[in-house]
């Protein structure tokens, strides 16, 4: 079965630190697609990246990035130089490429960046 | 190109009552799923479309819920006699093909049953 596990609920941050949420998945499948979804407080998800499971390449976008390891079922998302509007709830999530490609959640991190 | 829209944004209602939403897709987009968050956790799977036809629903979605996408554009999402265990944010999100394509999701419907 699959499951996304986010074990950290809460992380506080003084701005301009970095900070990495993390994120281990479980699924039989060989082929799956990993996400960052972020949820600011207005409660609309906003699409950060998607990764398959055949591109292990740690990807960099601005402040962000992302670290995929397959070995050890993680894919973890580091904010470097956190920022006050970097305050959100982030959710990991995993799509199977079998079945309904629907969304599988963690229960997400919630960062607050003090200013 | 304007995103997911979700209609109304907000409803209270008394238990026992019904209440419809309705989600309005990226046009282009011909998946469709719903997803229902209580508070402090993730999204769950509710159900989803392609096109018009409904291709599964979660276990989560009890037969006093009802959802359709007539002419495979907007949704509607139902519950008839709503109960206080539905209180949660209905989310919507759209992708563009078949496969894990990224899902782009609207605003929401949070709803509270009194």
């Known amino acids: 079965a699959q499951k996304v596990t986010q074990a950290q609920t809460e992380i506080s941050v003084v701005e301009k630190e970095d900070v990495t949420l993390d994120c281990v998945y479980e699924t039989r499948d060989t082929t799956y697609y990993l996400f960052w979804y972020k949820q600011p407080p207005s409660g609309e998800l906003v699409f950060l990246i998607r990764r398959n499971s055949f591109d292990e390449q740690n990807e960099i976008s601005g402040r962000y990035s992302w670290n995929f390891q397959k070995s050890t079922s993680s894919f973890n998302f580091t904010i470097t130089a956190s920022q006050v509007v970097d305050s959100a709830v982030y959710f990991c999530a995993l799509s199977e490429e079998a079945g309904a490609n629907n969304l599988f959640f963690g229960t997400g991190t919630r960062l607050t960046v003090i200013p | 190109d304007t995103g997911v829209s979700q209609d109304p944004r907000h409803k209270i209602t008394k238990r026992g009552q019904n209440v419809t939403f309705r989600c309005d897709p990226i046009s282009e987009h011909n998946r469709l799923y719903w997803y229902r968050q209580t508070l402090g956790q993730g999204p769950e799977f509710l159900t989803y479309f392609q096109n018009e036809a409904q291709l599964e629903k979660s276990r989560l979605l009890s037969d006093r819920f009802s959802a359709e996408r007539p002419k495979g554009s907007f949704s509607t999402l139902e519950i008839q006699r709503t109960e206080q265990g539905d209180s949660a944010m209905y989310l919507c999100?759209?992708?563009?093909?078949?496969?894990?394509?990224?899902?782009?999701f609207g605003p929401g419907t949070r709803l509270l049953v009194l």
């Open positions: 999100a759209s992708s563009l093909r078949e496969g894990p394509e990224t899902q782009y």
